[in-house]
């Protein structure tokens, strides 16, 4: 099982980035697929996650209507638009897989990371 995450970079404030994140040894059919981040200094959290089993999608609270999750289980890889970004969403940014949309401690699978740097 691997989660590969791809896309993130340098952007100015107000700008757009696609995170992908790329799923191998297992369907992402069967599972659910989230994105998290971890800013400096902070805690991991939940930015957006998508249950391929049941349909349903949450979003963390700061998204606000900028973030879009989605996934395209012929290529096994799950999307994340952001646009209107802010300083604030500077962060390391994870991909991680399990049987529902769980919290930071019970996904089963993690990828290692991108950075998303968001400049004024």
């Known amino acids: 099982v691997q989660l590969v995450e791809s896309g993130g970079g340098l952007v100015q404030a107000g700008g757009s980035l696609r995170l992908s994140c790329a799923a191998s040894g297992f369907s992402i059919h069967y599972w659910a697929i989230g994105w998290f981040r971890q800013g400096p200094g902070k805690e991991r959290e939940r930015v957006a996650c998508?249950?391929?089993?049941?349909?349903?999608?949450y979003y963390g609270p700061f998204v606000k209507g900028r973030f879009t999750i989605s996934s395209d289980t012929a290529r096994n890889t799950v999307y994340l638009q952001m646009n209107g970004l802010e300083l604030e969403d500077t962060a390391v940014y994870y991909c991680?897989?399990?049987?529902?949309?769980?919290?930071?401690?019970?996904?089963?699978?993690w990828g290692k990371g991108i950075d998303v740097s968001v400049s004024s």
């Open positions: 998508i249950s391929n089993n049941d349909g349903n999608i």
């Open positions: 991680a897989g399990a049987s529902l949309c769980y919290s930071v401690e019970l996904m089963d699978y």
